[in-house]
């Protein structure tokens, strides 16, 4: 082990020119533009640097500093006398619940304008309504009786007029697909144009910026709205994706928008906090779950990381509670209900022997989870290594037009993700009538092959349609799978049953075949269950979020069972989910919450050595001209890391200094005296005080940083990275630098055993 840690890429790749290591730190250590500082007062005193440091984007916080930073503005706050300091707590306060208020509400209303606009371009590319054209198909035959026939919504065939059977199939398929294609290259071209990180999914980017990474044009205005407008209009499009994880991104962003609106100007470490109860929020919306928006973000964006995790819960809760309120209240699907897919005609009991499929189901969920993975990372690395990558317009376009004229062959590929799920998820009702021949009992082997073809074409659309230049979620197509043969499978087991009604294995079940035992409806909820658990490795939020989705709380054990197995089998072929495989891919500073076990290494095994590091002497002449300010100066701009450890004689430590606190303090030396390039300077308090002349540095030294020995274990280091949100760790002996260890290298460390690892990363993420 310790073998193979040496010869990772980033220990053996990357030397600076005169031998030493320069490990390429790219968020821990920062270009010459990554950070700049305030001033508090202007002095020759390096205390009078302030603490509070301006990120760019690529860096990565500094959570020692910025919970500092946070307690020192409270403590500011609090010292306040008089009538100001009476009101100035109660301000503070209101303005954060003003943001977490105002991102509920616009949220909710948000994600209910999306569900309606989505309807509405979905059935415009079958047809329209009569009496409005812009009505869906639900609102425009709302009102009709159980079993009667709407007149007023007519396919585009019989709007036109059309009543031959060959023109009619060739007026449908042109218009369907001329649809599609126009709405996916709307949305593509936004996004290119417009704001390209709209893109994708984003819980991949919302889950590394709560960690500590900086990404804020991640959060701006212009994708906001090319977000939301765009997934409107992909969605639509009948690509094989959903809204659910983008509206988390929507929500990040509405969150740090209304921050500024505002003016709360929070530190970093509040705007994390901050982020992630609005991450619960967009959780909340797109699934109708509250509870599982909350437990999302403890469980997918680990909030339990955060120094006081009880607060950001409690915030998380009530934005979580705002936004399904909102979005109850608008009432985009005109059931008054806040369950997205509700599931009727379900028996309140399951009976013994249908754990077997259920079992059957949760394998099934971890193989083609595990397998869906790895087709749609070998298809991004496969776009980002060729033109693919060069004509992302062009890309949508194409795929699009694959995507809806194979979907239109196949009934169950052909309709709105949505409405298909919710069909499959619904038992056999002869007063709503048979969705496309479902409830037939004599095409139950039809049936069947066409859910199992189905899911198998979805598995290969999501696979190259998630990661395309449009904003696309994945919850939503990797539920249809599910859905489609979690019914498969419970037709199979109803065709059993009735074949086979005297069998031991129904003994549970009557013995008339015509009275209902087996709900496929129930299996289709156990497949979806199983299928996103294989995806995303989701555990108690998913359960959560699915009896919340469905409302069947009865069958929360099979449920349960189906997402336990799901994971343990898509763990047996690959540890991570989709999530951390995209994070892994684009080399994000994010350190996944999973135990990691070391096999007897210590952190030497790890450890870049002191002949390997750049450091600063404090044991050079002036007169040589290595000693100088203006040698300093020149070292710190020419070294891009995020900074140095400072050793004297025979490496004696004294401390760590931040680059750029180093060059802000050296820059106002040089507004403030004429010349002081040619002056001596030490980070030693001892050495400026028996020499006046020299330049005192030693408040530049960072006040809190780790040190350890090398002997320690590596589990050890690792757990205090994730535990203490660490940037770096020095290793000592007897007062002497023996090595360090960065963010960065916790980072390859837990990610370098996936094969794709770094794959799609770019300098300053250029996508």
Request: glycine share 8%.
């Amino acid at each position: 082990m310790a073998q193979v840690l040496r010869q990772l890429p980033w220990l053996n790749s990357l030397t600076s020119r005169n031998g030493d290591l320069a490990a390429a730190e790219a968020f821990d250590l920062n270009d010459s533009r990554s950070s700049s500082f305030e001033l508090l007062e202007h002095g020759r005193s390096a205390s009078k640097l302030a603490e509070r440091v301006h990120y760019k984007d690529g860096s990565t916080i500094d959570w020692q500093r910025e919970e500092a930073a946070e307690r020192e503005r409270k403590r500011a706050i609090h010292d306040q006398r008089g009538v100001r300091g009476a009101f100035a707590p109660i301000w503070d306060s209101t303005r954060i619940w003003l943001v977490i208020i105002c991102t509920g509400i616009g949220i909710g209303i948000a994600g209910a304008w999306l569900d309606v606009l989505v309807r509405w371009l979905g059935d415009l590319r079958e047809g329209r309504c009569v009496y409005g054209f812009f009505y869906n198909s639900v609102a425009c035959c709302s009102g009709l009786d159980a079993g009667e026939v709407c007149q007023e919504w007519q396919t585009w065939s019989q709007y036109f007029h059309i009543s031959s059977i060959l023109g009619s199939s060739l007026l449908q398929s042109w218009i369907y697909i001329a649809l599609s294609i126009a709405l996916a290259a709307s949305a593509s071209v936004l996004v290119v144009t417009y704001a390209p990180y709209a893109f994708h999914t984003g819980i991949p980017e919302i889950k590394a910026i709560i960690s500590g990474y900086v990404f804020d044009a991640f959060l701006g205005g212009w994708t906001l709205l090319i977000k939301a407008v765009g997934l409107a209009l992909a969605v639509a499009s009948g690509l094989s994706l959903g809204k659910e994880g983008p509206l988390v991104h929507v929500s990040c962003c509405m969150a740090y928008l209304f921050s500024k609106i505002f003016r709360l100007n929070p530190t970093e470490s509040q705007k994390r906090k901050l982020l992630a109860a609005a991450a619960s929020a967009g959780v909340s919306v797109a699934f109708g779950s509250p509870l599982g928006g909350v437990l999302f973000g403890l469980e997918e964006l680990d909030t339990f990381a955060f120094s006081n995790e009880s607060d950001v819960m409690w915030r998380g809760f009530v934005i979580s509670v705002i936004a399904a309120v909102s979005l109850q209240y608008a009432d985009p699907f005109g059931t008054s209900k806040l369950v997205l897919f509700q599931v009727s005609g379900v028996s309140d009991t399951w009976k013994g022997f249908e754990l077997i499929p259920v079992c059957i189901l949760a394998a099934m969920g971890g193989v083609i989870g595990s397998l869906l993975i790895r087709l749609n990372a070998t298809v991004a690395v496969y776009r980002h290594n060729t033109s693919l990558r060069e004509w992302p317009i062009l890309e949508v376009v194409g795929f699009t037009a694959v995507t809806a004229a194979v979907s239109y062959l196949i009934i169950f590929c052909r309709v709105q993700s949505s409405e298909l799920v919710a069909n499959l998820f619904q038992e056999c009702d002869s007063s709503r009538g048979d969705y496309h021949g479902l409830c037939n009992p004599t095409a139950i082997w039809r049936n069947i092959f066409l859910l199992v073809l189905s899911a198998f074409i979805k598995v290969l659309l999501t696979a190259w349609t998630f990661g395309m230049m449009i904003p696309a979620g994945i919850f939503l197509p990797t539920i249809t799978i599910g859905a489609c043969l979690g019914r498969a499978m419970g037709l199979l087991t109803q065709g059993l049953y009735r074949a086979y009604p005297d069998a031991w294995i129904f003994s549970a079940c009557p013995p008339d075949p015509t009275v209902q035992c087996i709900s496929p409806g129930f299996y289709a909820v156990v497949g979806a269950s199983a299928m996103l658990g294989g995806v995303t490795r989701m555990t108690v939020s998913l359960v959560v979020i699915v009896f919340e989705l469905t409302g069947a709380l009865s069958h929360v054990l099979p449920i349960m069972v189906a997402v336990v197995g799901s994971k343990w089998v898509g763990d047996a072929l690959g540890k991570e989910g989709i999530y951390s495989v995209w994070i892994a891919m684009r080399s994000y500073p994010w350190l996944p919450p999973s135990e990691f076990r070391d096999q007897g290494q210590t952190a030497a095994s790890i450890m870049k050595s002191t002949d390997r590091l750049v450091v600063i002497c404090d044991d050079k002449e002036a007169d040589s001209g290595e000693g100088t300010v203006g040698a300093l100066k020149e070292f710190v701009e020419r070294h891009g890391y995020h900074g140095f450890p400072v050793v004297t004689k025979g490496n004696a430590l004294v401390g760590f200094v931040i680059r750029d606190k180093v060059r802000a303090y050296l820059d106002l030396l040089s507004t403030e005296a004429d010349d002081v390039s040619h002056g001596s300077w030490t980070f030693v308090a001892a050495t400026a005080r028996q020499n006046p002349e020299f330049l005192d540095l030693s408040s530049l030294l960072d006040e809190a940083v780790l040190q350890l020995r090398k002997e320690v274990p590596l589990q050890l280091v690792v757990d205090m990275f994730k535990k203490m949100n660490l940037r770096h760790v020095l290793f000592s002996h007897a007062g002497k630098l023996t090595g360090l260890v960065t963010k960065t290298d916790m980072v390859w460390l837990l990610t370098a055993h996936l094969p794709r690892t770094g794959a799609l990363s770019e300098p300053h993420h250029r996508r």
